[in-house]
């Protein structure tokens, strides 16, 4: 991991870009973090495209460090300045499609879609984990926070770093992960817009039921996909706060 | 309203027996109320039965004064020790025996049970709220929370000066009652166990769906009808902070 830039905000917090190999991301700590003090770490999941999502990445990890939480992103697989998967984009196409022509989303485009995303992007995030956690300043546990919710599922099945999880059921989530969702038994919340255009409301409610956490606590709230109200970022770090310190 | 005896609990709480007419009820108000600087008042509500309820009615009032606010309740027609109803005691039975035998239990059973009781609960609810608000250290706008969630609707509904309302979707409401919930505007948050044993997941989901509210939150939480995290005591409190402060 390179850091290639860094500058301290208004608030104190010490933003800093780095790349891991080409990989783009974004590393938030507070002001009071420190060797002898570290700040649990949030990773901060998103649906691509770092450029786009820097504005609402940067306020929720400002967020999270007025809480003593360090926060951190990584641009995901085909998405930003990274290379384009020529599936995936495919993929992309027949999703839009399927949507634009008032379709049911069929599982295998969301499966075509989503799995390679999964598989690519998860080690991705594991090896930028272990890149952060060497930081003096950094502790663990690590909290996920936020979608693409499928990533989310299966970092909390296989990385034991992972204590807590905050999901956004804003994206969709192919049959077959259904199983992973079981195997799942960290913390959970989860968000859910009622009204998101782009998603299904039983299919998030049906993966809610589905993980085998003994605490997971569902926020559904009214609205579309980007209007998750403000009040959820408190309630959001009020819960990493109950589970990582 | 009369008082009838009063005791300073030991967080400084001055916690209040009265009877409202005939009606026995309790009301709870922070160290800190006074003419000067009266607090917003929470209704509590619950499914009757003010001497086996008492201690968790205590527990939501003291969390509720920590965070500024006056709690009342007032026992329900049928229950503790108010005269029984021969039809509600029959609803009841009716209720219990559909339960037991595992069946479905009946539209016709919940609105013969929950109708009455709404129809003579909510007059006798707004008349413990004129009597409270005519006291100097407790000031509106007011908040309903928990129980029964049909009393709960009818008083959003027709009671102005209840400004946000905390259901528990805990108990069964009538079909006829969804259209009521249409016309609720208020700002919700709606509890649910996810796994009640004696309620239907599904119409509370509908139930949820139905409210007219543009803020409406669901939290929903793993476990039974009785396992409603201590978390979701501070969340309410926050809910009420925002909406009566």
Not at 183 to 212: H, K, M, S, Y
Request: hydrophobic share 45%; glycine share 10%; proline share 7%.
């Amino acid at each position: 991991m390179q850091f290639n830039s860094e500058k301290r905000l208004d608030d104190g917090v010490l933003e800093r870009e780095f790349t891991l190999g080409e990989i783009p991301g974004f590393l938030w700590t507070p002001r009071s973090a420190s060797a002898s003090a570290p700040a649990p770490l949030i990773l901060c999941g998103h649906p691509g495209g770092l450029p786009m999502m820097y504005p609402r990445l940067a306020a929720r990890a400002r967020s999270a460090a007025a809480a003593g939480f360090a926060a951190a992103t990584l641009e995901l697989p085909g998405s930003g300045d990274r290379p384009r998967s020529t599936a995936a984009e495919q993929a992309r196409a027949d999703l839009r499609r399927a949507i634009g022509a008032g379709a049911p989303v069929g599982d295998e485009i969301v499966a075509r879609l989503v799995l390679p995303l999964v598989e690519q992007a998860v080690p991705e995030w594991r090896a930028v984990l272990d890149a952060l956690l060497a930081l003096p300043e950094i502790s663990g546990p690590v909290g996920y926070s936020g979608g693409v919710i499928a990533i989310g599922v299966r970092l909390a099945v296989v990385e034991p770093r992972i204590a807590a999880a905050l999901l956004f059921a804003g994206s969709f989530v192919p049959r077959v992960m259904f199983d992973e969702a079981r195997q799942v038994t960290i913390p959970l919340q989860v968000l859910l817009q009622w009204d998101d255009e782009g998603n299904d409301r039983q299919l998030a409610l049906d993966l809610f039921d589905a993980f085998g956490s003994a605490e997971k606590t569902l926020h559904a709230n009214m609205g579309g996909h980007t209007g998750v109200p403000q009040f959820e970022g408190d309630a959001g770090n009020r819960f990493f706060a109950r589970h990582l310190k």
